[in-house]
Antibody, heavy 119, light 113 residues
Framework: EVQLVESGGGLVRPGGSLRLSCVGS????????MSWVRQAPGKVPEWVAN????????AYVDSVKGRFTISRDNARNSLYLQMNRLTDEDTAVYYC????????????WGRGTLVTVSS | DIVVTQFPDSPAVSLGERATINCKSS????????????LAWYQQKPGQPPKLLIY???TRESGVPDRFSGSGSGTDFTLTISSLQAEDVAVYYC?????????FGQGTKLEIK
């Protein structure tokens, strides 16, 4: 069974940092593009970043460029999102999502981890 | 950015009746080199992540009931539920995966009349 399990969310003050992790199991992690997608409470899902199978291609939504860094460790079946200079607009549930057939078509999602930015 | 707009916002449909949700993209998501529309539909229930229903505008994901179907090409797309079941109450999103930033529609909350 395919599983994606996120961790690392929590309450952080504006300007702070947080590192999210996602561990995949039940599939060959190293052969899939992976993404972070976030969803603020009551809002639409928003693509944040994605990374190619070998990490050689990365893309970000403009609102997080220069602040967030996506990375992966295929030996650990893990995806990461380093988030710096957080603002209240970054408050959301962050989902780890697997892409297949196309780099941004998400066939498997984790349950998400909540990030709350508040003073 | 490609803007994806869904309508209606909150249709109310009777059990057993047909439900239709429309989605329009601000530019074509048809990739000419492979003749595929980079448009997907997701279902989201409270407290759960989105679930992929339809991709390439009309291909049903494995395990999705055949009462769900997708149609359209270019900029105009439709998700149809042929006979609404109680478990279909959810928010439905269309998403374009043609170009960054990959964008979702604003969502359509499907309710039982």
């Amino acid at each position: 069974e395919v599983q994606l399990v996120e961790s690392g969310g929590g309450l952080v003050r504006p300007g702070g940092s947080l590192r999210l992790s996602c561990v995949g199991s039940g599939f060959t992690f190293s052969t899939y593009w992976m993404s972070w997608v976030r969803q603020a409470p009551g809002k639409v899902p928003e693509w944040v970043a994605n990374i190619k199978e070998d990490g050689s291609e990365i893309a970000y939504v403009d609102s997080v460029k220069g602040r967030f860094t996506i990375s992966r460790d295929n030996a650990r079946n893990s995806l990461y999102l380093q988030m710096n200079r957080l603002t209240d607009e970054d408050t959301a549930v962050y989902y780890c999502a697997r892409s297949y057939l196309s780099r941004a078509l998400y066939d498997q999602w984790g349950r998400g981890t909540l990030v709350t930015v508040s003073s | 950015d490609i803007v994806v707009t869904q309508f209606p916002d909150s249709p109310a449909v009777s059990l057993g009746e047909r439900a239709t949700i429309n989605c329009k993209s601000s530019q074509s998501v048809l990739y000419s080199s492979n003749n595929k529309d980079y448009l997907a539909w997701y279902q989201q229930k409270p407290g759960q992540p989105p679930k992929l229903l339809i991709y390439w505008a009309s291909t049903r994901e494995s395990g999705v009931p055949d009462r769900f179907s997708g149609s359209g090409s270019g900029t105009d797309f439709t998700l149809t539920i042929s006979s609404l079941q109680a478990e279909d109450v959810a928010v439905y999103y269309c998403q374009q995966y043609y170009d960054t930033p990959y964008t979702f529609g604003q969502g359509t909350k499907l309710e039982i009349k």
